[in-house]
């Protein structure tokens, strides 16, 4: 359910100065008063506690001439669609749209007939239930492979090692995979609603970007972007963009903390997990009861990590009420059919289905109504037609 967030959370540490910066743009999205002040924090740390003389200002006017035009040409070659847009070739050359609105997505049966993808997953991890219900939702056909967390020998042909992956086989016999959950749902949006149809080429425009620092940290540019070629976004398109991100940075690291908010329940979790999972009795066990255990000081520290008050609930309650205060009186975000932000919040609620601190936001929000819906529709495949 949360193993796969709760690993991620622990190894990610915000003084890695990457994940500070992507930190930094995700305040500025977010919340733009606090992304505002903290660049004018950082600004004045360097001018008014440093306190450079002339000639040590000359200097670094110097310094960030060069390192700007360093800069432009590293951005080159991390953000292709933001910058080859400038090339000679043109910007509808590099993916023609057939629907640029969220509400006209659809899987062809041509396109469908084009597809052999196996889904690498952990069954409760709240990625891997984000991206099924994605892949539900608009029909996409694939196979599944449980992934032993504990041996992950069925991910072994990855350098990447996270879940989920998905791998395209095509025609060819030649593989296409395609690592983390927004990415993956990204290129399949290409795919399905663009002319673009090489997977090869498609996962070109989200290319992994690995840090230098200990921990080796992956990211992938243009992770929430549709790569439509055509400039801009329609509102609609912003508002779903904004909402996938704040399901990544904002509602995943309140699922942990609140599945293992004391012992009682974070064995009621561990025993949902274990029940998923490829393991024997003994396995089962030691699961439920010496995870459970750990996991349940590892929360404290992921609660202390992300600012979290210390009645957790009121934190997942908050996160509710916000997503329907931004559905207002729509059925869904996206209209009248669930859009990829609809897709994400109730892939990662989905993971805590029947637990505790699901049922509690159940009865403390207006959020229930919202979910049966997105529920049906993914159930349906409603996407699909």
Known sequence: MATYTTSRAIFR?????RNT??????????????????????SGFFWQELKPSKSMKNLC??????????????????????????????AQTLVRSTANETGQR??????ASRLKLTLYQYQVCPFCCKLRAFLDFYGF??????????????????EYR?????VQEGQDGNKSQMNDSSVIISALTTFMTTEEKDFQRIISFFPQINSQDKKASTEFANKYEIMTGTPGRSES????????????????????????RNPSESIQAFSYISSHGKYNAIEKFVIKYAGAMGMFFVAKKLKKKYNLDDDVRSCLYGA????????????????????????????????????????????????????????????????SR
């Open 61 to 90: 006017a110097g310094v960030g001439i060069a390192t700007g035009l360093l800069f432009s040409s590293v951005l080159v070659k991390q953000n292709p669609r933001r910058y080859l847009l400038c090339s000679a070739a043109s």
């Open 106 to 111: 659809l899987l062809s049966e041509g396109d």
């Open 237 to 260: 398109e912003k508002e779903e963009k904004q909402w996938r991100e704040w399901v990544d940075h904002v509602l995943v690291h309140y699922i942990p903390p609140n599945i293992y």
């Open 141 to 158: 056909p694939y196979q599944i492979v449980e992934v032993d967390p504990i041996r992950r020998k069925e991910v072994k042909f990855s």
């Open 320 to 383: 509710a009420r916000d997503w329907t205060v931004a559905i207002g009186d729509r059925k869904f975000m996206g209209g009248e059919k669930p859009n990829l932000a609809d897709l994400a919040v109730y892939g990662v609620l989905s993971s805590i289905e029947g637990l505790d601190a699901f049922n509690d936001m159940l009865h403390q929000t207006d959020i229930g109504s919202w979910y049966q819906r997105t529920k049906k529709a993914v159930k349906s495949h409603a996407g």
């Open 13 to 17: 540490s915000l003084k890695d100065r």
């Open 162 to 166: 996270k879940v989920p992956i998905l």
């Open 21 to 42: 910066i992507l930190k930094f743009n995700q305040n500025a999205l977010l919340r733009p008063h606090i992304g505002a002040n903290n660049a004018r924090q950082v």
